[in-house]
T-cell receptor, first 114, second 112 residues
Framework: EAGVTQSPTHLIKTRGQQATLRCSPISGHTSVYWYQQALGLGLQFLLWYDEGEERNRGNFPPRFSGRQFPNYSSELNVNALELEDSALYLC?????????????FGPGTRLTVL | AQSVTQPDIHITVSEGASLELRCNYSYGATPYLFWYVQSPGQGLQLLLKYFSGDTLVQGIKGFEAEFKRSQSSFNLRKPSVHWSDAAEYFCAVVPRFNKFYFGSGTKLNVKP
C-alpha cells in the first residue's frame, strides 16, 4: 500500500512569489494535516482538512491556505512568500479526524525562499 | 499558555545503555499523547500513543512510555538503545478535539 506522497520534493522561490505544495493521502484516509518544520522550531501545526472541509488551523497568517479535493488529496498554498517561510512542509493523513487516529506522514517538501 | 516541552535538545547515550526522553505538557484535561521518531531524511513514524487506560504503553522498536497525570508528563523509555535508534524524537499532544501540538524535538546520538 502506498504511503503519503508529497510533491515537489524541493521548491525554490523568491520573496513575494507564491508556492503550491501537494499531498496525496493513503488510500481510504479522509483527513489531511499540514505542518511546518522550520529549523529549531519543531513541528508547527498549520491546517487540518477532513472530508473536503477545513476543520482547524494553527497560528499562521491567512496567506497560508489550502484545500482538499474530492479525492482527498490536498494542496497548500503560501502567498507573498517571506524568507522565514523557508522550511520543511510535512503532510500527514489519517483515517478520520479528532485526534485519535494515527497520523501517517509523508517525506515532506523542502521550501527555500531566496 | 498551552505548550509541549521537551527539555532536552540533544542527548547522547552509549549503545546498550538505557534511554529516557522527557515530555511535559500544560493542558487542563488529559490530552491524547503521542511519540514520533524522525530518522534522517525520512518522514515521521509513530512509536506509540496514549488515549486512556493503562498508563504504561508499549510501542514499536522496543519503546515504551509512561503517562503521569500528576506530573503532566509522558516520558519515552527504552531499556537498551541500538545504534539505529539515532534520530530525532517528537512528543505530540492533542487536546481533545482541538489543535495538534508537537514539542521541539530531542535529537538522540548513540555512541558505539
Amino acid at each position: 500500500e502506498a504511503g503519503v506522497t508529497q510533491s515537489p520534493t524541493h521548491l525554490i522561490k523568491t520573496r513575494g512569489q507564491q508556492a503550491t505544495l501537494r499531498c496525496s493521502p493513503i488510500s481510504g484516509h479522509t483527513s489531511v494535516y499540514w505542518y511546518q518544520q522550520a529549523l529549531g522550531l519543531g513541528l508547527q501545526f498549520l491546517l487540518w482538512y477532513d472530508e473536503g472541509e477545513e476543520r482547524n488551523r494553527g497560528n499562521f497568517p491567512p496567506r497560508f491556505s489550502g484545500r482538499q479535493f474530492p479525492n482527498y488529496s490536498s494542496e497548500l498554498n503560501v502567498n507573498a512568500l517571506e524568507l522565514e517561510d523557508s522550511a520543511l512542509y510535512l503532510c500527514a493523513s489519517s483515517l478520520g479526524g479528532g485526534g485519535t487516529d494515527t497520523q501517517y506522514f509523508g517525506p515532506g517538501t523542502r521550501l527555500t525562499v531566496l | 499558555a498551552q505548550s509541549v516541552t521537551q527539555p532536552d535538545i540533544h542527548i547522547t547515550v552509549s549503545e546498550g545503555a538505557s534511554l529516557e526522553l522527557r515530555c511535559n505538557y500544560s493542558y487542563g484535561a488529559t490530552p491524547y499523547l503521542f511519540w514520533y521518531v524522525q530518522s534522517p531524511g525520512q518522514g515521521l513514524q509513530l512509536l506509540l500513543k496514549y488515549f486512556s487506560g493503562d498508563t504504561l504503553v508499549q510501542g514499536i522498536k522496543g519503546f515504551e512510555a509512561e503517562f503521569k497525570r500528576s506530573q503532566s508528563s509522558f516520558n519515552l523509555r527504552k531499556p537498551s538503545v541500538h545504534w539505529s535508534d539515532a534520530a530525532e524524537y517528537f512528543c505530540a499532544v492533542v487536546p481533545r478535539f482541538n489543535k495538534f501540538y508537537f514539542g521541539s524535538g530531542t535529537k538522540l546520538n548513540v555512541k558505539p
